[in-house]
């Protein structure tokens, strides 16, 4: 492969989408009203329309005969380099739209920012995907804001929520070496410069909501070289059944 | 070179016409604005369509479909999945607007207008079937990724709004 660094990258932004788009598809069927069902199916799917395009890229970058099927499907757990805030379970719908919400601000800044990179595949996907993720930040936010400043019970639900997810933000300004070499040459975002508008944001939201800025300093992070907590085994079980039971099965 | 217009041989065009969404029948492919190029090099029709929304389903649907009614017409063709520049509601004609209201979907408003909507629960959408502005959003995500769930407080009818994409 001539260009491991853009490689990687790419699945950098790409599994993100894809295990955060599998934990919303598991709402299909399930979620707590029709309208929230949609909702977490219809972004679910947004997800995936975006990790497509990543990965069609991914494997014309890869050349190595895989298709974007295959780097979906086939990758084994440690080499899934997602964030750890994208695998946390559907603990209930608080920790669903906390999870979502924290990823939202993020991907928002980020996809903005990937608009303008040297690289005009990704520009693309970016500039298509942002009129997506705009809408699911409203989605998120406005959850958040309901819920938080909603009754006792579901202010403290989604105070739990934020607080357990909290530990995961502070990877999400972590830089891996394929992050700097792409940075470097103009195409990747130097995400250690969106973590001030992100916390500006999500605590303004957060005080809009009613709801505590969570205090802890401490931050679990692993997700990004592949080091991933103890739900991400379940979720690719799940993910990946079908290939694992009928390999190179299609539709 | 990025640009929003669109190069279609005109030869293709009533071809191209008879080509629908599969989720909103009423709607040509042309209409719709999702055909950006379609152009005759070599007896080969070379066709780029563009996604209403990154996972829209009927892509693959609507490439196929093309390939056949060209097929049918006397043509081989080539269809590639564009990009740039990203497909906006600009796009819909003003005949595919009427064809989405004759369907009993709401057409979309401008950018501030939907947000308005959507954001700040004005009642601004025409309900499909009575006419009235007196409709609520039930929720900003509907039956499809391109819709909006609302319904009218006049004729209780529930109906779909096609949401602003800029």
């Known amino acids: ?251 | 070179m990025i640009t929003s217009q669109q190069h279609i041989d005109p030869k293709l065009i009533a071809i191209l016409e008879t080509v629908s969404d599969p989720e909103i029948p009423v709607l040509s492919i042309m209409d719709m604005g999702v055909v950006r190029t379609a152009i005759i090099e070599d007896e080969v029709v070379k066709v780029q369509i563009t996604p209403t929304y990154s996972g829209c389903p009927a892509m693959d649907v609507i490439g196929d479909d093309i390939k056949k009614a060209l097929q049918d017409a006397g043509y081989k063709s080539e269809v590639e999945l564009i990009l740039t520049p990203a497909w906006t509601t600009d796009w819909i004609t003003p005949r595919g607007r009427k064809a989405l209201e004759d369907y009993g979907i709401a057409a979309p408003l401008g950018p501030e207008a939907d947000k308005d909507v959507l954001l700040h629960g004005k009642r601004l959408v025409k309900c499909p079937q009575c006419g009235s502005i007196n409709t609520k959003m039930v929720s900003q995500f509907g039956s499809t990724a391109c819709k909006a769930q609302f319904q009218c407080e006049d004729c209780l009818e529930p109906f779909d709004y096609f949401k602003c994409l800029k």
């Open chain 1, 1 to 251: 492969m001539n260009n491991t660094n853009l490689y990687h990258y790419i699945l950098g932004i790409a599994d993100n989408s894809l295990i955060l788009g599998q934990r919303m598809g598991e709402l299909c069927g399930h979620g707590p009203s029709l309208e929230t069902d949609i909702a977490c199916t219809n972004i679910s799917l947004d997800l995936f329309g975006q990790v497509r395009s990543y990965y069609q890229y991914a494997a014309k970058i890869a050349n190595d005969g895989r298709t974007e099927d295959d780097i979906a499907m086939l990758r084994k757990e440690r080499e899934y380099v997602n964030v750890l805030l994208a695998e946390q379970p559907n603990t209930d719908f608080a920790y669903t739209m906390a999870r979502h919400f924290l990823f939202d601000v993020y991907h928002f800044l980020f996809l903005t920012e990937l608009q303008k990179s040297k690289d005009l595949t990704l520009a693309a996907i970016a500039t298509k995907s942002l009129k997506e993720v705009s809408y699911h930040q409203r989605f998120s936010t406005d959850w958040i804001k309901r819920l938080g400043d909603g009754t006792e019970e579901s202010h403290q639900r989604m105070q739990n929520a934020i607080n357990d997810l909290w530990t995961y933000t502070d990877e999400l300004f972590h830089q891996t070496d394929a992050d700097k070499a792409m940075v470097a040459e103009g195409i990747g975002v130097d995400v250690t410069r969106l973590k001030a508008a992100y916390y500006d944001k999500v605590n303004a939201i957060l005080e809009e909501a009613t709801l505590s800025i969570p205090e802890s300093k401490y931050f679990q992070k692993g997700g990004k070289k592949g080091i991933h907590t103890e739900h991400m085994g379940y979720l690719l079980t799940e993910l990946q059944y079908m290939q694992r039971t009928y390999p190179n099965m299609e539709w």
